[in-house]
């Protein structure tokens, strides 16, 4: 009971519908809307502002904004999931390893990661999409390496706090094994931070594929992609602004709503840094 | 000076794997330099016979000492897209991108301080509610929406400033600091967030300590107990992050200087990404992670000039 009321505050309450409206679009509109809605042309209806028929306006192939950005939702948070997915997927055993045993092991997977974090997430994001080839999974893979040595720091750090705690010794000086210990006693206690993290990261992966796609080293044509619309808006926004300030709410409101998510989150399941 | 030395030595060991990383990640590229300098059409002799005066054919540890040891001597090859050698071609860009590196964090800071300061001291009333606000929709927003947004705004309905191209401080500084500012400003509205939440939280910490309450009960002027008690105790953890925050901001400039077309660091990292233009994205690559390890360092060695209580070990 007192969990389910700490989420309903100003902040948890818009977070959480935000975060519910973004992923509810990216699953269903796929499924309502007919794909040629978001393709279809109309050469005489470009760069239409808002009207009856088209709500957010046109594009300047004369697409409609509001088909694209509702199909655009399911490519942000598919590239930023499985993103987020695949740096805990190598992150998390990573630094479970590393802060549990410490000691050479410790030393030299830190240094590794240490190494990788002196690479802008964005540059190394960036590198590996453009050696790979940009596509919807290199993307994936870019976005994902360049998050994992985060991740694998932040759990690292917590691994080592509660493997000193005296449970896990308790467990260990009645025989339990490293692997059991670690999976039975140190992961469940650091799976708040895991979550907490992983859903700020969700954050960051929005952002990041729309800076690719921006770039042209993300999500690539016809897909549908928030940041390849705003991209496409740059020669038009004397004339038609709203071709980027679709995209650009869109993102922001998914970004907000997760960051607040992110922040009563922490406050429910890690009460220590409650400010 | 032995912190010092030590600093040094694994400054010296993260270069090295620096080197390594870049060097292995630009390799798995499909297709080679020779390729791309006679294009995929040309003749397969001509291609061996290329590929065998470049050294591509010598095992890649060779290879990797080749291009260490031309990076350490100072000899950094030619970029194929600019044919030119690479060594000056980023001097310059980098005088370019100091520029608005410098810019933004100037920005970013002299915005955040006053703000969360300001937070912590009405914490739980409006204005903390009205900073927090501002600073979570800094942090939402892609710093390439700040961008197209500052563009439309000064550059097309105002006119005030210039939305692309580069001028060198030396040929005419006003002119120059007037094309840095706009991506500045968008760089410095992202930063700007993390760094007024940052100064909340290490504020708020302070200010409810004995030696606050003291100074206040002893008859202090409230301004005084403030900024020279409380922010003297909170820029230190401040800095640290605006030090870490060097990282970020050298991917963002990479967006940002490509939407100006402000020929700096970051575009030059994009042109050669785009082109595919192996020796100039090694050379990027590694200098841009070089920088942002060299930056987190000189932060740290200036730790005690913040918070003289910290000493150096």
Redesign the interface.
């Known amino acids: 009971m007192s969990i389910f009321k700490k989420f309903l505050n100003f902040k948890g309450i818009i977070g959480i519908t935000l975060v519910l409206c973004v992923v509810l679009i990216a699953i269903f509109a796929p499924l309502i809307i007919p794909p040629e809605f978001a393709t279809k042309m109309d050469m005489r209806a470009r760069l239409s502002p808002p009207n009856m028929a088209h709500w957010m306006g046109t594009d300047q192939l004369g697409r409609d904004l509001f088909y694209r950005v509702m199909l655009g939702a399911r490519t942000s948070i598919n590239i930023a999931t499985s993103a987020v997915l695949m740096s805990l997927v190598i992150g998390l055993p990573l630094g479970l390893v590393s802060g549990y045993f410490g000691g050479r092991t410790d030393n030299v997977l830190m ?2 990661v ?10 190394l994001a ?3 999409s ?4 940009p596509n919807l999974q290199n993307t994936i893979i870019a976005i994902g390496i360049a998050f994992t040595p985060y991740l694998a720091r932040l759990i690292r750090g917590e691994a080592l706090r509660v493997a000193q705690m005296p449970y896990v010794e308790a467990a260990r000086s009645s025989g339990a094994t490293n692997s059991r210990l670690i999976i039975g006693h140190v992961l469940p206690n650091i799976m708040p931070v895991v979550i907490v993290q992983s859903t700020i990261s969700l ?1 960051f992966a929005i ?1 990041a594929e ?2 690719l796609s ?4 993300g999500t690539q044509p016809p897909e549908a992609s928030w ?1 390849l619309m ?1 991209q496409a ?2 020669d038009y ?2 004339r038609a ?1 709203w071709t ?1 300030l679709v995209p ?1 709410t869109a ?2 409101l998914t ?2 709503g997760l ?2 998510f992110g922040d009563v989150l922490r406050d429910v399941l890690d009460p220590r840094s409650q ?1 | 000076m032995a912190y010092f030395i030590q600093r040094l030595l694994s400054m010296a060991v993260t270069l090295f794997l620096i080197s390594i990383i870049t060097f292995t990640v630009t390799n798995i590229l499909p297709g080679d330099v020779a390729m791309m300098i006679m294009g995929t059409q040309s003749n397969p002799a001509a291609l061996a016979n290329l590929r065998e005066n470049l050294g591509l054919n010598d095992p890649l540890v060779y290879q990797y000492g080749r291009w260490i040891f031309g990076m350490l001597t100072g000899d950094w090859g030619n970029s194929l897209l600019f044919k030119q050698p690479i060594g000056p071609i980023i001097l310059q860009k980098m005088t370019a991108s100091a520029l608005i590196v410098l810019l933004s964090m100037t920005i970013a800071l002299t915005l955040a301080v006053p703000l969360g300061v300001w937070s912590a001291v009405y914490k739980n009333r409006w204005q903390d509610t009205a900073s927090s606000s501002v600073s979570i929709l800094g942090v939402s927003l892609p710093d390439f929406f700040w961008g197209i947004m500052l563009i439309l705004l000064f550059a097309r309905a105002l006119g005030w400033f210039p939305s692309s191209g580069f001028v060198h401080p030396n040929e005419d500084f006003l002119m120059a600091l007037k094309h840095a500012f706009l991506p500045s400003l968008a760089l410095g509205l992202g930063l700007m967030a993390h760094l007024t939440r940052m100064t909340r939280a290490t504020m708020t910490g302070i200010l409810s300590q004995e030696f606050i309450r003291v100074a206040r009960a002893k008859g202090l002027a409230e301004k005084t107990v403030i900024w020279q008690y409380g922010l003297a105790n909170a820029i230190g953890p401040v800095m640290t992050v605006a030090g870490l925050q060097m990282g970020y901001l050298f991917g963002s400039i990479i967006v940002m200087e490509s939407l100006f077309n402000y020929t700096g660091m970051g575009w030059l990292t994009y042109q050669a990404l785009l082109n595919r233009d192996m020796p100039l994205i090694q050379a990027t690559v590694f200098v841009i992670a070089a920088v942002v390890m060299l930056v987190n360092l000189i932060v740290d060695l200036l730790y005690p000039f913040f918070d003289p209580r910290i000493q150096l070990k």
């Open positions: 240094r590794l240490d190494t990788l974090l002196s690479f802008p997430a964005l540059l960036l590198t590996i453009a050696v790979l080839g954050a952002l729309a800076g921006f770039l042209g080293l940041g705003i808006s740059r926004l004397d602004p980027a650009g993102v922001a970004v907000l960051n607040m400010s």
